[in-house]
């Protein structure tokens, strides 16, 4: 019998099908090498399956069943062809098509965990010792990582190569490391790449912009007449829009405190003041810190869910605080997922849970978070009939047992995002992170460092099953503690900014230090309209309608920040961005507590309907808006600590010199009436 080093070498010298595309590929013969491609890879499927497949087609998500029972070797040569296909698809600048290609590589190789004796999750590797394989999925993140890098989704672009160094090269057998591995992986470009993201430096995006992947958008910070209450800055807090205020409840200064348990408004048409309402009035003994909780709205109602089976209400209308009773009776299977009890949730206090309201069925739905039994996150997903109050497990365990139990839905986690589809048929969760580090006596899957997802997944609610998603299109990459919501008027899910706990953070300079985490500060949406799928028998057209994600492209942002909230006015369409924290190392800052937590507030502007970008004005912000923590010069566009004009204008305009300022005061003057003062 052959050992396995033999067989290894053996799989080595196996010539696969698709590399006679590679051979015609670099002799210059394109079209040719996109045909054989092309054949090779319809050859190997069945004739109604698309290829690339669409983010939503019936046969499945990420893993399908056809990629899932096919042959090892003959998946290995369908990657090499998807690899091929996004190679002339970029080549013939079809970005959008060579993003899709990329995307299907990613599918078959999720599809290689079906040769495995037991599930695992998602923090254990897999790797076929068939040595192409991972050549092949490392081309693949090395394209997506190019295209994204071109089209300034810098987050995307290096945590694409970080996966392949982290995930498909580490890891592997040596004989997985061929040259060209090692010389995709460049350590010194992956370097490069591990600034910050956006990076507040890279010039303003002037060039016209790709409708499918990236939008025009303008974030504005909102000056708040009287700062008092949260203006002094939230983290882990409750926050919503209802009646034209928005309100904000709980939360923390800093990691250390103090905490809150106050609920303020504020009125979004005059910006006067922030009003403290009643605060919450339940003894800190019976539910906990008011930390890591969400609020939904439901008949006039802001329902807070604190991890008890009673809710805890605030009437909008007569701002009074009560409680709710609800029901659970927990059957067989749920007491197989580990609930020991009349109630899903051991201990008094649960949080970091996504808590999502579908207010066309009346549902509240609950998933993960951290309770009695672990801080680490679990996968618990919990349904609330708000006409019955009655509630039901749909699927997850209290506490992730030591072996995965199928593939069949999210690991467990906390703080992901989450929204539910407008006619409350599918719920879906986004990333967050598996805190291996706050392990409790006894749990498994106890590391040194949190895990951070970079998945994506449905519910249906009908069929009550799971499927994970495509990332199609110019998505984020992976990330916890986002803010997220979904804006019916722009028919968009939006996110902002969050952290992701290994991704580094490198400044090549060494002007700043290094970390081995990455805050975030860029912006996308998510459009989850039914996809068109486009016919076997045709070839697929240059780019992809929805669902599939943008970037939003912006001349200024807010600063790098985890914990924030995305809230919508429901009247006016409107999005605001408010709070969260970052490391105060991170970016520059005066203090010296560990933690920084913001009390601004922004407004999101974005190209489409209802979007109110007209209001902007692009051109002027992309030489006075604020990049993060730093401003633009208005001359060169540069971002820094610069000082601001010292004329009449009274500092509308900041300069990064006296060379700068000799250069544009003159445009400064004329445009903006400023004179000596």
Not at 226 to 239: I, K, L, T
Request: aromatic share 12%.
């Amino acid at each position: 019998m052959a050992t396995q080093s033999e067989l290894t070498r053996l799989l080595s010298s196996i010539t696969m099908p698709c590399e006679e595309g590679d051979k015609l590929f670099a002799i210059g013969r394109f079209e040719a090498a996109e045909k054989m491609y092309l054949d090779l890879a319809r050859g190997m499927v069945s004739f109604n399956h698309p290829l690339p497949m669409t983010a939503n087609h019936p046969s499945g998500g990420v893993v399908c069943d056809l990629y899932w029972n096919m042959h090892p070797l003959k998946r290995a040569n369908l990657m090499g062809c998807c690899v091929g296909m996004a190679k002339c698809m970029r080549r013939k600048k079809q970005i959008e098509l060579a993003l899709a290609w990329c995307e299907e590589v990613n599918s078959l190789y999720r599809c290689e965990y079906s040769h495995l004796a037991e599930p695992v999750y998602d923090w254990i590797d897999n790797h076929l010792d068939i040595p192409c394989t991972t050549l092949y999925k490392i081309r693949a993140l090395c394209i997506a990582s190019e295209i994204f890098a071109e089209l300034g989704n810098s987050g995307t672009a290096v945590t694409r190569v970080w996966a392949g160094k982290t995930k498909h090269f580490v890891p592997v057998p040596e004989a997985h490391r061929t040259p060209e591995v090692k010389k995709l992986l460049d350590t010194e470009l992956l370097t490069k790449m591990m600034t910050l993201h956006p990076n507040p430096n890279a010039p303003p995006h002037k060039a016209k912009l790709i409708p499918g992947l990236q939008i025009q958008g303008s974030w504005k910070r909102l000056s708040v007449k009287n700062h008092s209450g949260p203006s002094e800055g939230r983290e882990s807090f409750a926050c919503f829009i209802w009646n034209g205020h928005l309100y904000v409840a709980g939360g923390r200064r800093c990691s250390l405190g103090p905490f809150h348990r106050d609920i303020w408004k504020l009125n979004l048409t005059t910006l006067d003041a922030w009003e403290p309402l009643p605060s919450y009035p339940f003894a800190l003994h019976q539910t906990g810190l008011f930390v890591g909780w969400e609020m939904v709205i439901h008949d006039n109602q802001a329902i807070l869910f604190t991890g008890r089976p009673d809710l805890d209400i605030f009437d909008l209308t007569t701002e009074l605080w009560s409680t709710r009773p609800t029901s659970f009776t927990p059957t067989a299977e749920d007491i197989k997922a580990g609930i020991t009890d009349a109630w899903a949730y051991p201990g008094i206090h649960q949080a970091d849970a996504a808590v999502v309201y579908a207010a066309k069925t009346g549902k509240m739905y609950v998933f993960g978070g951290s309770h009695g039994s672990t801080m680490m996150g679990c996968n618990l997903f919990m349904e609330l009939n708000l006409t019955t109050w009655t509630w039901r497990r749909l699927s997850g365990q209290v506490r992730a047992p030591r072996v995965a139990p199928d593939f069949s839905c999210p690991s467990p986690r906390k703080s992901a995002g989450a929204w539910a589809s407008v006619d409350g048929k599918r719920v879906y969760l986004l990333f967050g992170h598996y805190d291996r580090a706050a392990g409790k006596s006894g749990e498994f899957h106890q590391e040194s460092e949190a895990f951070g997802y970079e998945d994506f997944w449905s519910f249906d609610v009908q069929e009550e099953k799971w499927r994970r998603e495509r990332m199609s299109g110019n998505p984020p990459c992976s990330r916890t503690e986002l803010a997220c919501v979904y804006n019916e008027t722009w028919k968009r899910v939006v996110i902002f900014g969050g952290y992701h706990p290994t991704l580094p953070t490198i400044d090549i300079t060494e002007k700043l230090p290094s970390f081995g985490y990455s805050y975030f500060a860029d912006t996308f949406l998510y459009d989850p309209a039914p996809a068109r799928s486009p016919s076997i028998s045709q070839t697929p057209p240059p780019t992809v309608t929805a669902p599939k994600w943008q970037q939003v492209l912006t001349p200024g942002f807010p600063t790098y920040r985890c914990q924030s909230h995305l809230a919508v006015d429901p009247d006016t369409g409107r999005t605001y961005l408010f709070g969260g924290w970052t490391n105060n190392q991170y970016i520059p800052t005066h203090t010296k507590v560990i933690s920084r937590s913001f009390g601004d507030l922004w407004e999101l502007k974005v190209d489409l309907p209802g979007g109110h970008l007209n209001e902007a004005d692009i051109e002027e912000e992309m030489r006075v808006a604020r990049a993060g923590p730093w401003q633009r010069c208005y001359n060169c566009a540069a971002a820094g600590p610069w000082r601001k004009c010292g004329g009449s204008c009274k500092g509308r305009v900041f300069f990064c010199g006296s060379l700068c300022l000799r250069e544009g005061w003159r445009e400064h003057k004329t445009k903006h009436g400023c004179r000596k003062a």
